[in-house]
């Protein structure tokens, strides 16, 4: 019961908005959000901190007809554009270390040098263990900004290729080489840190 | 002679080759001729028909992995103690 009569304070803007339970309440839905576009931990985990800091200096333009989570995803959803138009003014980076990795796992003749090893009968399983997700992040992040992000787009987010091509500025035929070079050093990642380690 | 070479290319596809269009038949429908070719590969080559599972192992646990839904899904991918502390830190000094 509230002692002052019953009467709550009145909802103010500074009432609806309280920064301090914000990490706990919505950090890991825009964690989430920011990873699975940019397909980077650090850059996720910066974009996420951003969004904070400027929701913070924008809480009196807090419409509170939309919930405190809808506007910040809308704000870090702005960030995360400009992160992808940031990058595309820079010349893209030369992806030669993920070209030879995929070279090297074939033989001239392009045969696997070494087969893929077994998964077990339910690799999917691995997906209700939290520390999973810790190695898919972690190899996700290792891959070339561009290979991760068409990824993360892809599979994480689930968009068609034709909106990953638009979002990223790449032609179809440039998505398939990113996604095909991410999925098979993706791939030799999680079998490294994941299914041979057990 | 060219469908004699269609026939060739579809009989003698390297898993290099192999592997991309399997990457590729998971974004888009590949052309008719290059989808023979992985077929007929992937009868021949258990690596390779591991490796496409394996892939579409991928797909399926990483839907699961980052809802992105508004509500709190329980997805299980979380932003770590260290980065959840740095940005409370960071918060905290900018709200003082």
């Known amino acids: 019961m509230n002692v002052d009569g019953g009467r709550l304070p009145a909802m103010s803007h500074q009432a609806a908005v309280r920064p301090e339970t914000w990490v706990d309440r919505h950090g890991d839905a825009l964690y989430r959000f920011a990873l699975a576009r940019v397909g980077n931990q650090r850059i996720a985990e910066d974009l996420v901190q951003e969004t904070f800091l400027a929701a913070l200096r924008a809480a009196e333009r807090f419409a509170e007809q939309s919930s405190e989570r809808t506007w910040l995803i809308s704000i870090l959803r702005r960030r995360v554009a400009d992160h992808f138009r940031r990058r595309a003014r820079q010349p893209e980076e030369l992806n030669e270390a993920l070209e030879r990795a995929v070279a090297g796992r074939f033989t001239a003749a392009g045969k696997w040098r070494a087969a893929p090893a077994s998964w077990g009968a339910d690799p999917a399983e691995s997906a209700v263990r939290s520390e999973f997700w810790d190695v898919l992040a972690e190899c996700l992040s290792a891959l070339p900004a561009s290979a991760a992000s068409a990824l993360a787009l892809r599979e994480l987010s689930g968009l068609g290729s034709d909106e990953v091509c638009k979002e990223l500025g790449v032609t179809p035929t440039n998505l398939w080489s990113l996604l095909h070079r991410a999925r098979l050093r993706l791939r030799d990642c999680i079998e490294r840190k994941w299914f041979k380690k057990d | ?96």
């Open chain 2, 1 to 96: 002679m060219s469908a004699l070479r269609d026939v060739l290319r579809i009989l003698t596809m390297p898993c290099r080759d192999a592997t991309e269009a399997i990457s590729r038949a998971m974004d888009e429908r590949l052309p008719w001729s290059l989808a023979a070719a992985v077929r007929v590969h992937k009868l021949v080559c258990g690596a390779c028909r591991r490796y496409e599972r394996q892939l579409q192992a991928l797909r399926e646990i990483l839907a699961r992995g980052a809802d992105t839904s508004d509500e709190d899904s329980g997805a299980p991918i979380r932003l770590g103690d260290e980065a959840r502390r740095r940005i409370e830190s960071a918060l905290r000094d900018a709200n003082l």
